[in-house]
């Protein structure tokens, strides 16, 4: 069983249009987590979300918006997408009782390319 | 600000040979450490991590890390490199809630 999965794994799209992203994890953990992987691999955390609570959102525009109908799932929709936004966006999870000592599990990530 | 620093952009080294792969970090309070690897087209996975206690930390496929307080550094080893362990390795520090920060990434390369 795959414990942090992501759909789609490629996303294709034009400028200007909307997507979403989604995220699972069965693992029970409390904590999830959107990152962005630009071209050159850098890693930077987006959004946190503690028990279905935004407790982490990193100076990221508007467009972006995750949701977390439940502790098990945290999607992530993006409006009038941009040139910029391409990149590979992982989702991530870390246990109960959270907190910076836990290590995170990774989905396989969603390579977003906006043409 | 608090920062993790991976120097190298990418190590080169023969298998069989032991292999370093550099972390400095810059957080306030007690440093939570971690190492993941990804390999191409993958998700991260987790290797090992320091959290208190002994300054030498083992993981997952024999690689280990070392924790230097005095030195801010928390460096990834293994003593015999596998052509499989070339990957990209990040470097992590847990700040603040539920924060953390990663390193630029290494590109270890493993000659055979």
């Known amino acids: 069983d795959t414990a942090v999965s992501q759909t789609p794994k490629y996303l294709v799209t034009q400028m200007g249009n909307d997507k979403s992203i989604k995220c699972e994890q069965n693992l029970g953990h409390d904590t999830m987590y959107w990152y962005k992987q630009d071209s050159k691999k850098f890693l930077k955390i987006m959004f946190s979300?503690?028990?279905?609570?935004?407790?982490i959102n990193e100076t990221v525009p508007n467009r972006f918006s995750p949701k977390s109908p439940d502790k098990a799932h945290l999607n992530l929709h993006i409006n009038s997408l941009e040139l910029g936004d391409s990149a590979v966006y992982f989702c991530a999870s870390s246990p109960p009782a959270s907190g910076p000592s836990y290590e995170q599990y990774f989905g396989p990530g969603t390579r977003l390319t906006v043409t | 600000a608090q920062s993790v620093a991976q120097p190298e952009d990418q190590v080169n080294v023969a298998e069989g040979n032991p292999l370093t792969v550099k972390c400095t970090y810059s957080v306030s309070g007690n440093p939570y450490l971690f190492w993941y690897v990804q390999y191409p087209n993958r998700g991260l996975q987790f290797l090992l991590k320091?959290?208190?206690?002994?300054?030498l930390v083992k993981g997952s496929y024999g690689f280990e890390a070392e924790f230097n307080k005095s030195q801010t550094s928390f460096h990834l080893k293994k003593p015999s490199a596998l052509v499989s362990d070339s990957a990209l390795y990040f470097c992590?520090?847990?700040?603040?809630?539920?924060?953390?920060?990663f390193g630029t990434g290494t590109r270890l390369k493993v000659l055979a």
């Open positions: 979300y503690n028990n279905k609570e935004l407790i």
């Open positions: 320091y959290i208190t206690g002994d300054n």
């Open positions: 992590a520090a847990g700040s603040g809630t539920y924060k953390y920060i």
